[in-house]
Every structure is written in structure tokens, then in C-alpha cells.
């Protein structure tokens, strides 16, 4: 019978933090989501409401939804770099939604929004990794101290999900560097 995952410490202040910074990377790439009228509000409301979450505001049902609204935004993209946008501002706002579990799955709501903003930039400049690697250095050197805490007591990044896993995990390891 598999055991429960042990716990992490996780205070509320890092929890904002972690939301604060995922809001921060998901709206560098707004605007290419932005980009082709007529603009869905809903994953600029995610980062609306990850940004209210991490200023001081309650964890609410209104916040998990504003994230899922920005995850079904990312279905009706008008191209591959708009959805990933719209999927950085969904892990955006359920960044707000980590467990204090110590398993690697919890990695992806520390660091998605950057992984997701990282490969819609990619995308958006026709998969130029020079851009990624830019990006990736932004999201780690802006990384607020509570970012690499919580890391430093999760597993590493898990494998598997594609480019964006990829980015996660190189995203991951420079940050526990």
C-alpha cells in the first residue's frame, strides 16, 4: 500500500511570494495573447487575481476558477505561443493552490507559469532558443528568495511533459544551483 507523501513546512507568506512571482512571469507574455482581437479577458484576470492573492487577498473558490477560465482560454488560442501565455496565467493563479506535500508534481505550481511564459516566448520568436534561454535567465534571477526555499524542500522537476517539462526541469536545476 503506497504511503502518504511527506509534508513540507510552508508558510503563507511564501505561498504569495510563489504566486506573486508566478503573475509576474505569466504577464510577460499577456501580451501574446493578446495579440489577435477579439482578446479573452480570462487570463488576464488570472493574473488579476494571482497578483491580489500574493498582495494580501483570501485564497478563494473566485481565484481556483479564474485559473481554470485561463486553462479553457488556452484551448480557444489562436496559436500555439497564445496558449502556452494563457497557460502560464493559469499556473499563474494555482500557483496560490500549492500543497505542502513534498512530491515532485508540486514543482509544476512553484515554476509552470514560468515554463508555460518561457515556451510561448520560444514560440513566438519561431522556437529561437536564445530567446528561451533569456527568458529562463530573467525567471531565475528575478525569483524571489521564498521560490528557491520551497524548491530546496520539494524533489526535483518531474520528467515527461514535453518542451514545457523541459524548460521546468532546466528552470529548476539553475535555481537549486
Known amino acids: 500500500m503506497p504511503t502518504a507523501p511527506d509534508k513540507i ?38 493574473i488579476a487575481a494571482a497578483r491580489a492573492f500574493a498582495g494580501g487577498g483570501r485564497r478563494t473558490n473566485a481565484l481556483r476558477q479564474s485559473a481554470w477560465a485561463a486553462f479553457r482560454a488556452a484551448r480557444g488560442a489562436t496559436s500555439p505561443a497564445a496558449a502556452d501565455a494563457a497557460r502560464a496565467a493559469s499556473h499563474a493563479a494555482g500557483a496560490a493552490f500549492l500543497h505542502p506535500l513534498a512530491n515532485a508534481h508540486q514543482v509544476k505550481h512553484v515554476l509552470g507559469a514560468a515554463a508555460h511564459a518561457a515556451r510561448a516566448e520560444e514560440l513566438a520568436a519561431v522556437a529561437d532558443r536564445c530567446v528561451t534561454a533569456g527568458t529562463l535567465d530573467w525567471a531565475r534571477h528575478h525569483a524571489p528568495p521564498a521560490v528557491r526555499a520551497v524548491l530546496a524542500r520539494l524533489p526535483a522537476a518531474p520528467p515527461g511533459g514535453g518542451r514545457v517539462g523541459e524548460l521546468m526541469r532546466a528552470l529548476d536545476a539553475a535555481l537549486r544551483a
Open 9 to 46: 513546512e510552508l508558510s503563507d507568506d511564501e505561498l504569495r511570494a510563489l504566486t506573486g512571482y508566478a503573475a509576474t512571469c505569466a504577464s510577460r507574455t499577456l501580451p501574446i495573447f493578446e495579440q489577435t482581437p477579439p482578446t479573452d479577458p480570462r487570463p488576464r484576470e488570472a
